[in-house]
């Protein structure tokens, strides 16, 4: 019994995932957290196997060390006078306030060179259900939701699959 409940709540929260409003909190670079990495690019390949929705926050977790939000220019270089937000304390949560790209670097000095960097992208947010007022335009906000119950359906089965 409890197996099938607690099924019911897996199925339940993977759906709610799905219907936005909800944001997530990431652990960057999942256990390892912020620590130069052996592979230069591991960040970036951590963020682009991650969906990213404005309003989701980033936990960097790091001893040691620092994060900070430049411009493309600055991460480039790997060096900024004034980046757009600074954090030293060891567990920095950086909110996503809007779409597009956010490029991170440490700010200690060579650790960004030896790959302690991540490049962000951020959804748009969807666009809701009843924008499609207008007369001329084909019908296609229902079939686009039942296309997402669909994709939500398929979803739960891998979840239930996992479990
Ligand atoms: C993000 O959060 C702000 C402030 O809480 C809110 O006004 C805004 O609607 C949210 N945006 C999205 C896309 O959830």
Redesign the pocket.
């Known amino acids: 019994m409890t197996s099938s409940k607690s099924l019911l709540y897996l199925v339940f929260f993977l759906s709610l995932h799905f219907f ?2 909800f ?1 997530t909190e990431f652990t960057v670079g999942g256990d390892e957290g912020w620590v130069i990495p052996k592979d230069d690019q591991l960040y970036n390949q951590w963020a682009s196997k991650n969906r990213f ?3 989701d926050t980033l936990l960097f977790a790091y001893k040691k060390d620092s994060v900070m939000a430049v411009t493309q220019e600055e991460y480039e270089k790997c060096k900024s006078v004034h980046p757009v937000y600074f954090s030293n304390n060891g567990k920095s949560i950086f909110k996503l ?1 809007r779409p597009g790209l956010f490029y991170f670097i440490s700010g200690v000095s060579g650790h960004c060179e030896r790959g302690l960097k991540m490049i962000v992208k951020v959804l748009e ?1 969807a666009s809701p259900p009843q924008v499609a007022t207008e007369t001329s335009g084909p019908p296609t906000s229902g079939a686009t939701k039942s296309a997402k119950v669909v994709v939500v359906f398929v979803v739960s089965l891998f979840g239930v699959m996992f479990v």
């Open positions: 936005s409003g944001s929705k404005v309003n306030d947010p």
